[in-house]
Nanobody, 122 residues
Framework: QVQLVESGGGLVQAGGSLRLSCAAS????????MGWARQAPGKPRELVAE???????NYADSVKGRFAISRDDAKKTVYLQMNSLKPEDTAVYYC????????????????WGQGTQVTVSS
């Protein structure tokens, strides 16, 4: 069984920083793209950042220059470094990954973590 577990959320003042981590575990053959999305109350979930298996990254316009995504394949972990945080960054942050489980015949599936709350006070 494959699981994604996030950590690192919390309460921070505007202008501060947080680092989120998301570790994949279980019977994993390979991991393709990994990323982070967020959902604020009353709003749809939106992509924040993603990183391919080759290391290419992509960001939402609202976080460019402030957030940085990275991955450590040996640890099966993706990170989101969030700097210069704003109150509008307040949301539940979810990690996601395209994972090929062991014995899946090369097919990958999308998995989501349970989410971690990030609250930025003004």
């Amino acid at each position: 069984q494959v699981q994604l577990v996030e950590s690192g959320g919390g309460l921070v003042q505007a202008g501060g920083s947080l680092r989120l981590s998301c570790a994949a575990s279980g019977s994993i053959f390979s991991i393709n793209d990994m990323g982070w999305a967020r959902q604020a109350p009353g709003k749809p979930r939106e992509l924040v950042a993603e990183v391919t298996s080759g290391g290419s990254s992509n960001y939402a316009d609202s976080v460019k220059g402030r957030f940085a995504i990275s991955r450590d394949d040996a640890k099966k972990t993706v990170y989101l470094q969030m700097n210069s945080l704003k109150p509008e960054d307040t949301a539940v942050y979810y990690c996601n990954a395209q994972i090929t489980p062991t014995g899946a015949g090369g097919y990958f599936y999308g998995y989501w973590g349970q989410g971690t709350q990030v609250t930025v006070s003004s």
